[in-house]
């Protein structure tokens, strides 16, 4: 599965840690911030900012004014809160209990503007993970238990359900609703205001509800993807979405790889489509369909 992220910081993989503020961290007198909390150096804690129980900033931080760590949060080097933004507040899941009050790890160098919240993860086992370098733009919300990669880009409002898996290199756009469960290969691009709920292949541009509108050759280019690697993945693309017709996508799958060994972009496709179909419930969601050759006309 290419949504995995490796969320970086003093805790990524063990959540006990030293409680503790750096002599070198700058905090304002109005800040709040809990004796089992730990803020590294160079970390820069605004006005009225809380920093929650169990929660970890990391080197180089900047938590502006008003900002939140509810309970349980890491955070790795660089990262910048914005004014309002909520990070590890509660699940909004009705199974959710203080029993077990689950984590959130975030990488390093991420943004997250005004009013962005996002939640911990339900329990212990599987928390919600934030890689590196991501944008999170105003009042944006992920879920608890969803696992974002690096890179990514997620303006105002886009609205991301629980348990969600999205790889890096994403360029979402604004009013954008992921429904839970839903997992996103790498380098995908979605028109704004589009709902989805169905699984989405890397390297493909989303133009409608649950509908791929061809292949995102702009990103691939942009990811250093060099002319032969785009030709495969454009062979690829059009094998399983254009050309496909009612054949199953195991049949598809299997002339393609009899067909050449495929490597890079082309190979992510093949085996994130050879993964998504065989997944168990509750992610046994399907693959969004993309544009027949009969349909390239319609806008």
């Known amino acids: 599965m290419t949504a995995t992220t490796t969320a ?26 809990d004796v089992t909390a730990r803020v590294e150096a160079g970390a820069v804690i605004g ?20 900002a939140i760590l509810w309970r349980n949060t890491v955070l790795g080097p660089g990262n910048v809160v914005h ?6 507040g509660d699940p909004q899941d009705k199974a959710y209990s203080e029993d077990a009050p689950g984590w959130l790890f975030v ?9 962005v919240t996002i939640s911990r993860g339900t329990d212990g086992d599987d928390p919600t993970r934030i890689g590196s370098r991501n944008f999170f733009m105003a009042q944006a919300h992920a879920a608890h238990n969803v696992q974002i990669g690096d890179d990514c880009v997620f303006p105002n409002t886009t609205m991301i359900a629980g348990h969600v898996r999205i790889g890096s290199k994403c360029i979402f ?5 992921i429904h839970q469960f839903t ?12 709902p989805v709920n169905m699984h989405i292949p890397p390297y493909v541009m989303v133009i409608g509800p649950n509908r ?7 990103g691939l280019r942009r990811m250093g993807h060099d002319a032969e690697a785009r030709r495969d993945a454009k062979r690829v693309h059009a094998a399983i979405f254009r050309e496909r017709e009612a054949r199953p996508f195991n049949e598809v799958l299997d002339a393609l790889e009899a067909e050449q060994s495929w490597s890079g972009p082309a190979r992510e496709m093949i085996d994130f489509v050879r993964m998504a179909i065989a997944l168990p419930a509750p992610r046994n969601k399907g693959i969004c369909p993309g544009r027949s050759k009969a349909t390239d006309s319609i806008k």
Do not use: Q, W
Request: contains cysteine.
């Open 8 to 33: 970086s910081g003093p805790t990524s993989t063990d959540p006990s840690f030293a409680p503790g503020i750096s002599p070198d961290a700058s905090v304002d007198p109005s800040a709040r911030i």
């Open 183 to 194: 997992v996103i290969g790498d380098g995908v691009m979605v028109r704004g205001l589009v």
């Open 83 to 88: 004014p309002y933004a909520v990070l590890g």
């Open 212 to 218: 791929i509108g061809g292949l995102n050759v702009v």
């Open 173 to 177: 756009s604004g009013g954008v609703g």
């Open 107 to 115: 990488g390093e160098k991420n943004i997250f503007r005004e009013g």
């Open 47 to 66: 006005p009225d900012v809380i920093v929650g129980p169990h929660c970890a900033v990391g080197e180089g931080c900047e938590l502006r004014v008003r």
